[in-house]
């Protein structure tokens, strides 16, 4: 199980982190991932950190998002993070993570296995 939290309502320019906690699973075997889905639009993937292996892990960023926001992950929390800073308007979606047994990251929606129940952003103008 996936469970999303830390969402919110931010004004533009802030910054905001949002929470992923794993249960079942260690989150260093999966690609874990962060997507998102504003009104009216599909889900859309932000952001990946790979498996650990023994040359440590890569991370992938959507452009929207490259540069100003970061995904991390706790092994002792079991949990992965999405630090967002120079938030827009534009990033205003519900917010999801997910975790993938592919060996390698993958930005495809079909390629994740679990999905957590997503956390609503909301950054005003």
């Known amino acids: 199980q996936l469970q999303a939290y830390g969402g919110g309502l931010v004004q533009a320019g802030g910054s905001m982190r949002l929470s992923c906690a794993a249960s079942?699973?260690?989150?260093?075997?999966?690609?874990m991932g962060w997507f998102r889905q504003a009104p009216g639009k599909q889900r859309e993937f932000v952001a990946a950190?790979?498996?650990?292996?023994?040359?440590?892990?890569?991370?992938d960023y959507s452009d929207s998002v490259k540069g100003r926001c970061t995904i991390s992950r706790d092994t002792a929390k079991n949990s992965v993070y999405l630090e967002m800073n120079s938030l827009k308007p534009e990033d205003t979606a519900v917010y999801y993570c997910?975790?993938?047994?592919?060996?390698?990251?993958?930005?495809?929606?079909?390629?994740?296995?679990?999905w957590g129940q997503g956390t609503q952003v909301t950054v005003s103008s």
């Open positions: 079942g699973f260690i989150v260093t075997r999966y690609v």
């Open positions: 950190v790979s498996r650990r292996n023994w040359s440590g892990s890569n991370t």
């Open positions: 997910a975790a993938s047994s592919m060996a390698t990251i993958d930005r495809t929606l079909i390629s994740y296995d679990y």
